[in-house]
């Protein structure tokens, strides 16, 4: 009956086609919607910046840009995520779909927890690396972030090795978010990525059962 | 015959103990950083840069009645360099120059010295650095010697020599006019 009742009230919110700045306890608001995408499409792009820049040449045009705009990048991505991680606590969260179980759930709450918790630690140790002498990081020449914690031996090459596994840990946990969002899409054709694509789609949803709910 | 056969002795060992004590072995003071090990290349052929191995050890003998016999050994730890920038010296740490993981010293050991009579010599040896050994000429200026104040003796050098990063197998492109490095050793040891 619950479900019945959700799912009447998703299709009902679905069909005023309003999407508000706010989250609603059927899809994510806008500003968490940009922010999710604005966050997924930084990720992923300086995943790529950083394996591409750290193998060029000396002579390369990009040797001395390609870590400036990565370390500007950096910084703000965490004023960013900090922003996102506010607007979450002030927010209600939208309610999962009806048919996705609860062991899903707590997976998919773990997943978000370490996406969350990876992105931080990325920029930290990035961070360590940057400032390990004592320099401060230059956000596009507009302003720098001061070291804090330098002079610990070797300290840029350890917060280097911590950065580097951190990113193959966190594009992996990215290509399982990924995944999981387009298995919901096309396979269990339920509401889970429209939730955050802020948008109907033109596939249709299937209003049966999944089998995890039946067990 | 008998204080003659003592005597003989009595001077064979003072002369041996003495000669000891004339080649005396130093200590290259890195306990109190009176001792560098420097390096300088040349930044896209516009200035140079400078930059050093925090942590090494080493000792020489020395005898100014034979200077001939002088020898000094060094063992470097690669991974202390120091160019006095975090993101450069990680870099110079990693497989593109010093692999410090994969060849964590360097060393230096002599195979003759030779007094040019002028305060200056040359002095021969074999470098390992990068898992290459290579032997390398240092030209030395012997800078001085004698007591210090806190009741010890010193003796001090400076070599210097170039030696190109490919005879090291670091092969890393810096530009055509940073293909060889200038390495400053400067070095003051204490008579043991």
């Known amino acids: ?215 | 015959m008998m204080i003659n056969k003592m005597t003989v002795v009595a001077l064979a060992t003072t002369f041996l103990l003495s000669t000891q004590a004339l080649a005396a072995k130093y200590v290259i003071d890195t306990k109190e950083a009176h001792a560098f090990i420097q390096f300088r290349i040349q930044h896209l052929g516009y200035s140079w840069l400078t930059g050093r191995f925090n942590t090494f050890s080493g000792s020489f003998e020395y005898d100014e009645k034979n200077p001939a016999n002088a020898s000094v050994a060094v063992e470097i730890d690669t991974a202390s360099v120091d160019y006095n920038h975090a993101e450069r010296d990680k870099h110079l740490r990693g497989d593109d120059f010093l692999d410090v993981e994969k060849y964590p010293t360097a060393k230096f050991v002599s195979t003759s010295f030779k007094e040019k009579g002028d305060g200056t010599a040359v002095l021969e040896g074999n470098l390992t650095l990068h898992g290459v050994t290579k032997p390398v000429t240092i030209d030395v200026e012997h800078v001085g010697h004698g007591e210090d104040p806190w009741g010890g003796y010193r003796r001090g050098f400076e070599g210097r020599t170039r030696i190109a990063l490919a005879d090291f197998d670091i092969n890393y492109n810096l530009g055509p006019k940073s293909k060889e490095l200038e390495l400053i050793l400067s070095v003051e040891g204490i008579r043991q």
């Open chain 1, 1 to 215: 009956m619950n479900q019945i009742l959700s799912n009447t009230a998703s299709v009902a919110a679905r069909s005023k086609g309003f999407v508000g700045i706010r989250n609603t306890e059927q899809r994510y608001g806008l500003l968490a919607i940009f922010l999710h995408w604005l966050v997924a499409l930084v990720v992923i792009g300086m995943f790529s910046l950083g394996v591409w820049m750290t193998g060029l040449t000396y002579y390369d045009e990009w040797y001395k840009r390609g870590p400036d705009i990565h370390k500007s990048i950096g910084i703000l991505l965490f004023l960013v995520m900090l922003v996102r991680v506010i607007w979450r606590i002030l927010n209600v969260k939208p309610k999962h779909d009806p048919r996705v179980g609860s062991l899903q759930i707590r997976v998919a709450h773990g997943v978000h927890l370490l996406l969350y918790g990876l992105i931080f630690a990325m920029i930290v140790s990035g961070y360590l690396i940057s400032t390990a002498d004592g320099r401060p990081v230059e956000v596009f020449g507009l302003f720098s972030v001061p070291a804090t914690i330098t002079g610990i031996a070797n300290m840029e090459d350890v917060a280097g090795e911590v950065h580097w596994y951190l990113a193959l840990l966190l594009i992996s946990l990215v290509a399982l978010h990924t995944i999981a969002a387009l298995k919901h899409h096309f396979i269990n054709r339920d509401r889970t990525l429209e939730k955050m694509l802020g948008v109907r789609t033109q596939i249709k949803t299937k209003f049966h059962q999944p089998k995890e709910r039946i067990q």
